[in-house]
Each structure stands twice: as structure tokens, then as C-alpha cells.
């Protein structure tokens, strides 16, 4: 079954008055789970004893102040309920009273008795006495206000610190330490990481300020190269892009046209290129070219004649390559 959520609002709301009721009867001393050991007293005034409040015998704490109530309509006198914590035995001649506190809030205290046999049941009386003789008690009329205050300031104090000490008690005190110890060693090192940084800073405001007054020195120089900037930049902004752009653009179509005619083979360089049979004739005129000049060094009586008696050569000139021409044709 899906529960909505307004049903799950209403159930935590229940839940934390039932637990803020519980706590709070807790601390007044009430116990809701359980039937306490019970015994009462009857006091003519209990000054600022209050529900809670401990009892105790010899210092020892053996129960708490369960409730107090008014035995008649006039308040002739006050029962003080008492819920004992302890399972032990009171002689039946035992006596409570009232014992005050500068410090903190007052407390019942039982006074046992010698009676070894009788011993107080649960339920039954124990013999109340308003004050123990002596200075105190004699004070304790004027102080009972102060106390009081004094008492909830304290109260107020102890839970404090008891809540406190159960945070900082075994492994989270130790953490805590450890952390303080931390947090002193990254304070020293961020002393030294600003001492450093403080340096480099400074160092860098000098620098800073050098390279101002170089700046400030430099000004002219400044002024005129940014004013050549400016006339380098005024003059691209005056050339004709799409001129030039117009001019290229018909210098390549004309470097095409060359291209293509040289491709061809209408014009000259075309056929001297493309044409494999005028490439054999100039190879041929390159070769009888050799050949006349090994002849020449050969034969040099045939082409020139200094002898006065000596014979003439009559033999002609070569009027073909002496080599056959074999290329292709």
C-alpha cells in the first residue's frame, strides 16, 4: 500500500511530540516505561527542591524526586514522593531533609538510622525534618532565590557540558587533536607560502614599475611606431582588393592560354615539344656534330694544309654521319 505523503507528515509530526513529551517528562524526573520503588516524606516548605532533584545517602545517589504535591487545600505541609533507584535498606528510624547548595540545585539527603531489624518498605513514610541546624540553614531563607537561579544557570551548565564532553570524549577528541595539530602546521606553512608569495609580489611590483617607466621613457618611440601602424594600416584600407584580385585572375587565364598552346602543337615550342621526329633530327645534328670534331681531331691535314711539299689529302668531306642513325623515327 502506498502511503502519501501528507499520512507520512502526520506520522512524523506524532512521532516528535511523543518524543519531545517523553524527554521532556524525562528530564522532570518522570519515568514513563515503569512503576518506580517509591517513598514519600512530608515537608512544611521544600524552598526550591523540585522534581528531579537527587537523594541521596552519604553523598551516594540512590534515587530522585519523583513528585510533589500539596496534602491539603490550606497547604499545611508537602508530600515529596521519592522513586529509589537503588534496592537497599533504610532502618526504619532513618530521617530526610532538605540539604541546600550554593552551586547547584538542592538534593534530599536520608540520614540512616540504628535500627537493624525495621527497615522502610516501598510505599510507607520516612520521618521529614525541614532543616539540619547551623549557619547554613539560617542563610538558607535569603539564599533560596539566588540558589535557585543560580541552580537552573548551572543545570543549564552541566547539560552543556555534558553534551560536550560525550562530543569530544575517546576517538573524537584524539581526531580533534590531531586536527589542531594539522591546522598549526598548515598555518605555519601558509605563513611561509605568504612569505614567499610577499616576495614574489614585491619583486613583481618592481618589475611593474620598471617596465612603467621604460614605457614612460619610450613614449615618442611608442607614439611613432604605433602612428606607422596606423599609416601601414590606412594604406592596406586604400588598396583596391578587387583590382588586384581582377588582375590576377587575367594573368592566370593568360598563363593558361600559354599552357595550352604550349600543350599544342600549332605554335613552335608546341611542335618542338610534342614532336618526336624533330626530337631524332636534333639528336642526329648533335651526333654528326661529334663526329666532325673526332674527324677534325683525327684528320686535321684534311681541313687545314701548312706543308709546302707534302701531299695533299684529296679526300672530301664526310657529307653523311658516320654513325647510322638508329633512332626512331
Partial sequence: MKI???????????????????????????????????IYAIFD?????????????????????????????????????????????????????????????????????????NFIKYGNEIKAMSRPGGMLSAMAPQLDPILTQVGHTIDSLNLILGNVNSIF???????????????????????????????????????TESITANLRKNNDSINAILGNAKKFSDGLAKVDLDKMVNTIEAMLTDLKSVVNKVSSTDGTLGALINDKQIYNRLNNAILSAEILMDDLRAHPKRYVNISVFGRKDKSGPLTSPAVKDTLPK
Fill in 4 to 38: 502519501n505523503n501528507e499520512t507520512k507528515v502526520g506520522l512524523l509530526v506524532i512521532v516528535t511530540l511523543a518524543l519531545l513529551i517523553i524527554g521532556f517528562n524525562f528530564l522532570k524526573g518522570k519515568d514513563l516505561f515503569s512503576n518506580p520503588n517509591t
Fill in 45 to 117: 516548605d521544600i524552598g526550591a527542591l523540585a522534581k528531579g532533584n537527587a537523594v541521596k545517602i552519604k553523598g551516594l545517589q540512590v534515587g530522585k524526586v519523583y513528585a510533589t504535591e500539596n496534602v491539603d487545600k490550606d497547604v499545611s505541609a508537602i508530600k515529596v514522593t521519592i522513586a529509589l533507584d537503588k534496592d537497599i535498606n533504610i532502618p526504619a528510624d532513618s530521617y530526610i531533609y532538605i540539604e541546600p547548595s550554593l552551586l547547584s540545585t538542592p538534593n534530599l539527603a536520608i540520614v540512616k538510622g540504628n535500627d537493624k531489624t
Fill in 169 to 207: 570524549e575517546g576517538d573524537t577528541k584524539a581526531n580533534l587533536q590531531g586536527t589542531l595539530r594539522n591546522l598549526n602546521n598548515s598555518t605555519a606553512k601558509l605563513e611561509g607560502i605568504l612569505s614567499e608569495a610577499g616576495k614574489g609580489i614585491n619583486a613583481t611590483l618592481s618589475n
